[in-house]
């Protein structure tokens, strides 16, 4: 586990490994090593046995602000490949989300902006309160997105949101979120800690193959497209069902609709 002074928190519960993005102060602004802890938290956790389901979350009432400007500043001054840990730290825990096999859930309240907003595109289901703030907004300080927001955000709400978004740098709700198809579900800011711990609660009580196997399912269509996919689908059902899982499956069924 990390310990309290980590930018990174991880802890794993009855099923559920925890993370935490911890500098509360600056509202969870991504540093260099904030990324680095993160992508080894992500990976860390999504090679355990015993964690169904990964929740990533920010201290302090907030997600994250993105990059760090004082951060960003001191690294500048180094050029480009001073820069570039700051972005392929953070650019990596990212990807790790499609590459370790637990479903990734993000919890997002108060802000998610830039690099924040980024992680929302990468996870595998995002939840949000309906009153969080959020927006990529690089746009507004003459920046352009650098942890994956030019691609990951057209294939989630379509062209013109996403290119109306990253041009304009306007700021969305959690509910205009949910709406855009961005996330999953936006909930009242007083039910949403209650929420997310119940949607949580319920993956990590799934059979955990089950659930690996739907989401590497899902990436590899959304990778190889359609046909690859179903491909895919079959030999994986056809195991599935063949297995003990299958025959824990059926007995399930045949006792429920008893």
């Given at each position: 586990m990390s310990t309290s002074s980590s930018p990174v928190l991880s802890s794993v519960d009855e099923g559920i490994g925890r993370i935490t993005l911890n500098r509360p102060e600056a509202l969870n602004a991504i540093t260099v090593e904030l990324g680095a802890q993160f992508d080894a938290a992500l990976r860390d956790l999504g090679t355990r046995a015993d964690v169904h389901v990964?929740?990533?979350?920010?201290?302090g009432g907030n997600f994250s602000a993105g990059g760090d400007f004082a951060e960003v500043e001191r690294l500048r001054a180094g050029g480009v490949e001073a820069l570039r840990p700051l972005f392929t730290n953070f650019g990596s825990a990212c990807r790790a989300v499609a590459e370790i096999a637990p479903p990734v859930v993000v919890a997002v309240e108060g802000f998610a902006m830039a690099g924040g907003f980024e992680f929302i595109q990468a996870a595998d289901v995002a939840l949000v309160s309906a009153d969080a703030k959020l927006c990529d907004n690089h746009v507004n300080f003459g920046q352009v997105p650098g942890g994956g927001g030019?691609?990951?955000?057209?294939?989630?709400v379509?062209?013109?949101?996403?290119?109306?978004?990253?041009?304009?740098?306007?700021?969305?709700?959690?509910?205009?979120?949910?709406?855009?198809?961005?996330?999953?579900?936006?909930?009242?800011?007083?039910?949403?800690a209650a929420e997310v711990e119940s949607f949580v609660a319920t993956l990590a009580a799934r059979r955990p193959d089950a659930l690996r196997t739907i989401k590497?399912?899902?990436?590899?269509?959304?990778?190889?497209?359609?046909?690859?996919?179903?491909?895919?689908?079959?030999?994986?059902?056809?195991?599935?069902?063949a297995g003990v899982a299958g025959a824990d499956g059926v007995s399930s069924f045949r006792a429920k609709g008893a």
């Open positions: 990964i929740l990533v979350r920010g201290a030019s691609q990951r955000l057209l294939p989630l379509g062209r013109q949101r996403a290119l109306g978004h990253l041009l304009s740098g306007d700021r969305i709700s959690g509910e205009q979120a949910a709406a855009w198809g961005l996330v999953y579900r936006s909930f009242a800011p007083e039910e949403f590497r399912l899902v990436r590899f269509g959304e990778a190889r497209g359609v046909e690859a996919g179903l491909a895919a689908e079959l030999d994986a059902v056809l195991h599935h069902i």
